[in-house]
């Protein structure tokens, strides 16, 4: 009599192309030393397919309807996802969440750590800006006894896509 297989089991059974976000994604979390569950492989996915920051919003509704994972799940994906330095997670002006890849080995270093950001006021989407580098960190301003870990710099204005839009008779960028 043979046992059931277990729910990490059956999410590393699964045969994928090399090239699937799926397949993809596992290969990522096993490198990592990771347990391969199913949830966490198609958030992971997700992330990977993204070309900007996601909401936890927006990452549900890019999950297949049948998935099965619900909210709560991805909430939890999400949190192991930034506390595992896989992916960062910051918070936008509109006080949303936001998640995005980022490279394992990378994110453990302090000098990642500290990364800029561009926020749309228009559309509400945030960029990753690899090459803006932060303020110094802000060391007299500190209390006695603090000590910052990282800085952020969040740039905010119209993006590329917003200001086509406002040129095309959308509604003007906010200034």
């Known amino acids: 009599m043979s046992t059931p297989a ?71 994906v999400l949190d192991w996802l930034a506390a595992g330095g896989i992916v960062h997670k910051t918070a936008g002006a509109d006080r949303v969440f936001r998640f995005s890849l980022a490279e394992h080995d990378a994110a453990r270093e302090a000098a990642h750590r500290s990364h800029s950001h561009f926020h749309c006021t228009q559309c509400g989407r945030d960029f990753c800006l690899e090459t803006a580098e932060p303020p110094a960190m802000p060391k007299a301003a500190l209390p006695a006894g603090f000590a910052a870990d990282h800085a952020e710099l969040t740039i905010k204005g119209c993006c590329a896509d917003c200001r086509a839009g406002s040129q095309q008779g959308n509604a003007p960028c906010p200034k």
């Open 6 to 76: 277990s729910r990490d089991d059956l999410a590393t059974q699964q045969p994928a192309s090399f090239d699937s976000p799926d397949a993809a994604a596992r290969t990522r979390l096993r490198s990592l030393g990771s347990r391969v569950t199913e949830p966490r492989v198609r958030v992971l996915a997700v992330l990977m397919q993204g070309d900007e920051p996601l909401s936890h919003q927006a990452v549900c509704d890019a999950l297949p309807d049948d998935s099965g994972i619900d909210r709560v799940t991805v909430y939890r």
